[in-house]
């Protein structure tokens, strides 16, 4: 061990002789410091952070607005429970919300802290809304580790032996293009896919039970799978003929990482319910559930919420982040980004068979590792191996996917040129090293 390992090991052996096993370590570096898309740990050495936090920092570590608007406000009031006292800045920022995530002629909000507490929450919505009890989610989603959450997720590794789980929860296959085309178009494909979603409502489940279909139109811990549009549409189609609600999971897609404020904007199709978290807040805990007021106010007073319903902290943090994304034109510089990411791994996929995918919308970009050019076969120990020698380069990643050989691009959306270029060479001299 090294002088300069040293600080981050011990750190990292308190961790393990103290924290419970149980909390994923999905990168081992260690922070002292970040601003931007530099991570600097605890001994100094400086850090490309692809990961972002798992989403959560798209505009940027310490944005100063940001961290100005939660000073400013941790010295009015930390917190009063919106349940007994209302406060502006959850009121305002419901505002901006709906504006910029319109869902019908009106839209309505409501504020938690996390993203499973989102999807915990719409799912009670649509429940009330329809008075159905049926939910039907995809394979390889990811909506979250308390019960409802853990339920519709798919990936086994959540939830060994924490069942029973929720009951009325049925699954169907995600409509994923490059594993499961065969010799099919993507016209023929969608087809065969929105078959099997008709077909559901008779072998499966009765439709007139299903209070809502929840899907992420780009899947994030599955391994940024994005849905076909033409499939989307149909399932919106589907949803309207039989009165079921349809609700988008935007969490790690949202605020300004595909290019929009919410993946279904790039997509063109309007969800009866969205659920958002993660970058809202630039890290701060805050949460939030949108969809038509009608639906909306189909929930019970009471029946929705919590103690910490958007905390004002959070609020103020979420206010600033938006505001500071717009004046940034972050929207614009995720598809930037994206091109850039995307020309120059396609390019280096023509000298690594090892590379069977390179997907994504606007810079949320997934990279996906094969054996023997099938999708099929996973390349989990490859991904695992690149993901190692990123570290020790400097350059934090994170891998995604029902068998973990997808590496997930995550970056701030502040990072410059310079730094994203220099962290795609660290990726690429990597996935040399190891092909």
Not at 254 to 268: I, L
Request: hydrophobic share 40%; charged share 20%; net charge neutral.
């Amino acid at each position: 061990m090294t002088e300069e390992q040293t600080k981050s090991q011990q750190l990292l052996d308190r961790r393990k002789n103290i924290v419970a096993n149980g909390v994923g370590v999905f990168n081992t570096a260690t922070v002292k410091e970040a601003k931007g898309a530099i991570i600097t740990d605890v001994d100094g050495k400086e850090h490309i952070d692809f990961a972002g936090g798992i989403g959560v920092v798209n505009a940027g570590h310490c944005p100063e607005p940001v961290v100005k608007a939660i000073q400013e406000q941790a010295e009015k009031y930390l917190h009063t429970s919106f349940n007994v006292v209302t406060y502006e800045p959850y009121i305002k920022l419901c505002e901006v919300l709906a504006e910029i995530l319109p869902h019908g002629d009106r839209t309505k909000a409501m504020l938690i802290s996390t993203g499973a507490e989102a999807v915990e929450n719409a799912i009670k919505i649509a429940r009330q809304a329809t008075k159905r009890p049926a939910v039907i989610c995809f394979t390889e989603a990811y909506h979250g580790r308390t019960l409802m959450g853990m339920s519709l997720t798919s990936k086994v590794n959540y939830k060994f032996s924490s069942g029973p789980f929720a009951p009325e929860v049925y699954r169907i296959p995600f409509p994923n293009f490059y594993k499961y085309h065969g010799t099919q178009t993507m016209e023929e494909f969608v087809e065969t896919e929105l078959k099997r979603l008709r077909e559901s409502a008779h072998s499966m489940v009765d439709i007139n039970s299903v209070a809502a279909i929840i899907v992420e139109p780009l899947q994030g811990e599955g391994g940024f799978n994005p849905i076909p549009k033409k499939y989307l549409e149909g399932l919106r189609s589907f949803c309207d003929e039989h009165g079921v609600l349809l609700i988008f999971d935007e969490i790690q897609s949202g605020f300004c990482r595909t290019g929009h404020w919410a993946s279904w904007q790039h997509y063109g199709v309007q969800p009866d319910l969205s659920t958002y978290a993660k970058s809202m807040g630039s890290g701060l805990p805050i949460a939030a559930v949108l969809g038509s007021a009608k639906i909306m106010d189909a929930a019970e007073p009471g029946t929705i919420g919590g103690t910490y319903i958007g905390s004002p902290v959070c609020c103020a943090a979420a206010l600033a982040t938006i505001q500071f994304m717009k004046d940034e034109n972050l929207n614009e510089r995720a598809i930037y980004i994206g091109k850039i990411i995307t020309k120059r791994m396609e390019t280096f996929r023509k000298e690594c068979p090892e590379i069977g995918d390179v997907r994504g919308i606007g810079a949320m970009i997934g990279i996906e590792f094969i054996k023997d050019n099938d999708p099929s076969n996973p390349h989990t120990e490859l991904c695992a191996k690149i993901l190692k020698g990123c570290a020790q380069e400097g350059l934090i990643l994170i891998s995604a996917g029902t068998f973990k050989n997808v590496l997930r691009i995550l970056c701030p959306l502040v990072i410059s040129d310079k730094q994203l270029n220099k962290g795609l060479d660290i990726l690429e001299n990597q996935i040399r090293k190891h092909t």
